[in-house]
């Protein structure tokens, strides 16, 4: 009997057409692919082709491109550098030689016609300098820091009759593939000094706790800010955890807090919020301790690691810091805002009306719509107010308006804490030997007395000393004679009561120079007061600066002022000699990140290639039809 063999299967010719017709198709796509791959050099053209390869070559075009910005990056950076070091050095240059010319007009050989001419020359150099302060590179200031980004205007221009400084005081960086930003540009703060001048207070404003001052504007309880996280809370005796790693506010801390502990018990007590820091308050019977989980610092940081029972105890203070939303109502410190600021820069003045202020950035706006060249800023400490002057070549004097509130706040270039090293733009006052007179004083009645300032490095020396040497002199001071501070502008208010027939003068003792260096070598005559000059204004030092008073002190004949400017101008060839050291070592990274960029990109080229291109050997070997 004969029978099929199991091996063989059944087909129909409609599936052994159907088999064969992909077959063909496959053959003739692998064929297509093999011809693609010939044509293009290219073995991957979509991801479907080599999945496994594809997240490379992804990653490798993205590395690409992101080397191609670096590189134009960087090719930037250089062009930048490049300018600012030819600036630089063309800025020496100018200062080399003005230097020589005031060496040159200092004794037997220079009068006053040649110095006038000199003068001439100087100016000629001044505009120089500020040409060379105002390069740009595509629109870029060279020297103006975060504020001269490609608007392609000068940021050294005529102001007041000085030069006023319209850039930041940051410099500018991009990515060029190090680990941080690479520096390109340069700023006029510390390429010249153009910020140089700052009324820096000495008064602390000891903000206090509100409950919207936020975490990030407090220093701390331990002066390090503020860390998130969570805090154990135990209230008679149970334990719970206190989520803080989401709060936002001083008062979001209270609102977290009462919260918890009046889900343990509704009648243990509270935290509240004043003054320095915030208080923990058990209620009669009550035991409340709050501490740090294991290993954080938040209730440290907050002052509020406390325990207490039937009692209130008050955590540390959290150093709360000034920020422009700081409402003046919660300084510590009492500032009459009433009287205002008098503000005399170059020859103009103006008042800083801040009897409208509330808020730090209100007195802020007050300073700039004066349109003087001057930031009210905040200190570093976040603790008080800085004046900074943008405007170089002017002296700045920030004096009372019948008020307090220069001193208050700290800002008054002549007050009681105003050093006498200070005066006359850092020369000093220029007092006697130890233990001889520096004033000689004459009233009216006759009374003569003399003072010796030796001892005084501060204005409320200069106060205490001549207020002890009247009273030596049989005088009763407040009531026959007074010295004192102005209480409108700057300068001291030496007043005579006496009655009599002598004028009333001061006058400089011996060889001393003090009464004209304070301001108040005056013969008033049968006038009963003497106003005092200010010689404490303050002023930017810088090239500029020095470059606009050399020039005055030629044309005006003056060899001591030409001196004085002459050695100034030498501290700023100093200051920009290193500016430009400053710049080569930019520069210097920029070219080994260039070097080391174009490495890189050369390699992940070849690697992409590796992963991207066919072996067009391979491709034909498999299919010897596609060498036809």
């Known amino acids: 009997m004969s029978t099929i063999s199991p091996l063989l299967s059944r087909t129909s010719n409609l599936m052994s057409s159907e088999l064969l017709r992909r077959r063909l198709q496959e053959t003739q796509r692998e064929l297509l692919l093999a011809q693609d791959q010939i044509s293009t050099g290219k073995i991957l053209s979509r991801g479907s082709d080599a999945p496994s390869k594809i997240s490379a070559v992804l990653h490798l075009n993205q590395a690409k491109i992101q080397r191609e910005q670096q590189l134009l990056n960087l090719e930037h950076a250089r062009g930048v550098l490049n300018l600012g070091d030819a600036a630089l050095r063309d800025v020496t240059d100018i200062l080399i030689e003005a230097q020589q010319v005031a060496s040159s007009q200092i004794g037997v050989g220079s009068d006053a016609v040649t110095r006038s001419t000199q003068a001439d020359v100087i100016d000629a150099q001044l505009a120089g300098a500020i040409e060379a302060a105002n390069r740009q590179f595509n629109g870029l200031a060279v020297f103006g820091g975060n504020n001269g ?56 404003l000891d903000p206090q706790a509100s409950g919207q001052v936020r975490l990030r504007d407090i220093d701390g309880a331990r002066e390090r800010g503020f860390s998130a996280g969570a805090i154990s809370l135990t209230v008679n005796g149970v334990p719970t955890v206190v989520d803080l790693t989401t709060v936002d506010t001083l008062s979001d801390i209270v609102t977290r807090v009462n919260d918890a502990i009046t889900t343990l018990d509704p009648t243990a007590g509270s935290i509240s919020l004043g003054g320095g820091g915030y208080t923990l308050t058990a209620n009669a019977g009550s035991t409340i301790t709050i501490t740090d989980s294991a290993g954080g610092t938040t209730a440290a940081d907050l002052g509020l690691d406390l325990s207490a029972t039937s009692a209130s105890v008050a955590g540390s203070d959290l150093n709360v810091k000034l920020t422009e939303r700081t409402a003046l109502s919660t300084f510590g410190t009492s500032v009459d805002f009433s009287g205002g600021l008098l503000i005399t820069h170059g020859e103009n003045a103006e008042v800083a009306d801040f009897s409208s202020a509330t808020t730090v950035q209100d007195l802020q706006n007050v300073i700039d719509s004066l349109n003087l060249g001057l930031r009210l800023s905040i200190n570093e400490d976040g603790t008080g107010l800085d004046l900074v002057s943008e405007v170089s070549g002017i002296e700045l004097s920030i004096g009372e308006n019948g008020g307090t509130t220069a001193e208050d706040m700290g800002l008054r270039t002549l007050g009681n804490t105003t050093l006498l090293s200070d005066f006359r733009n850092r020369v000093g006052v220029q007092t ?17 007395f003399t003072v010796d300032l030796t001892a005084a490095s501060s204005v409320a020396d200069v106060i205490s000393l001549t207020q002890a040497a009247a009273t030596a002199a049989g005088l009763t001071v407040g009531v026959d004679f007074d010295i004192a501070l102005a209480t409108t502008g700057n300068g001291f208010a030496v007043t005579d009561n006496t009655v009599g027939g002598s004028d009333f003068r001061v006058t400089n003792a011996g060889l001393s120079f003090a009464a004209e260096n304070l301001g108040i070598k005056v013969n008033a005559g049968s006038g009963s007061t003497i106003a005092g000059t200010d010689q404490s204004k303050v002023r930017v030092e810088n090239m500029f600066t020095h470059l606009q008073e050399l020039s005055t002190a030629l044309r005006n004949n003056d060899e001591a002022g030409i001196t004085l400017a002459g050695s100034s101008i030498e501290d700023d060839i100093d200051t920009v000699v290193s500016a430009r050291a400053r710049v080569g070592v930019q520069a210097k990274r920029v070219e080994e990140q260039l070097t080391l960029i174009k490495d890189r990109d050369n390699q992940e080229q070849t690697m992409l290639s590796q992963f991207q291109h066919a072996d067009l050997t391979e491709v034909i070997t498999r299919y010897p039809q596609l060498q036809l």
């Open 432 to 448: 006697s030997e130890a233990g001889e007179p520096d004033l000689d004083i004459t009233l009216h009645d006759g009374t003569n």
């Open 149 to 204: 980004t490609g608007d392609g205007k000068a940021v050294f221009e005529s102001f007041l009759g000085g030069i006023r400084y319209l850039g930041g005081d940051m410099s500018l960086g991009n990515d060029g593939g190090a680990l941080s930003d690479l520096t390109f540009n340069s700023n006029g703060l510390e390429a010249f000094g153009a910020l140089s001048t700052r009324v820096e207070t000495l008064v602390d």
